[in-house]
Nanobody, 123 residues
Framework: QVQLVESGGGLVQPGGSLRLSCAASGRTFSNHAMGWFRQAPGKEREFVATVSWSGRATEYADSVKGRFTISRDSAKNTVYLQMNSLKPEDTAVYYC????????????????WGQGTQVTVSS
């Protein structure tokens, strides 16, 4: 059993940066691949980034490549999403997710979801 709690969202100007954190409880955290998804108003929830259980492999949506970085700190049971060069189209609720196997790219394979954190990019 894994519980995920996101934090770090907020309002930021275009071109700015935010770092989202996802704190996990449960001793099985290190056995899960992790992912970040986002959902904008009126849009489907979409894949953003994923990281393997070891942290050595990552994948990103084309829309965020070069701007976002996913990482995990197993000692802290935490996964991060560093978001740089933010654009208004990045505005969404961002959700942390855990899956059994890597990559975590489809919602049907998600075992656990966080509650979401709002990211708003606006001038």
């Amino acid at each position: 059993q894994v519980q995920l709690v996101e934090s770090g969202g907020g309002l930021v100007q275009p071109g700015g940066s935010l770092r989202l954190s996802c704190a996990a409880s449960g001793r099985t955290f290190s056995n899960h691949a992790m992912g970040w998804f986002r959902q904008a108003p009126g849009k489907e929830r979409e894949f953003v980034a994923t990281v393997s259980w070891s942290g050595r492999a990552t994948e990103y949506a084309d829309s965020v490549k070069g701007r976002f970085t996913i990482s995990r700190d197993s000692a802290k049971n935490t996964v991060y999403l560093q978001m740089n060069s933010l654009k208004p189209e990045d505005t969404a609720v961002y959700y942390c997710a855990a899956g059994i196997s890597y990559p975590v790219r489809t919602t049907s394979l998600i075992a656990y979801w966080g509650q979401g954190t709002q990211v708003t990019v606006s001038s």
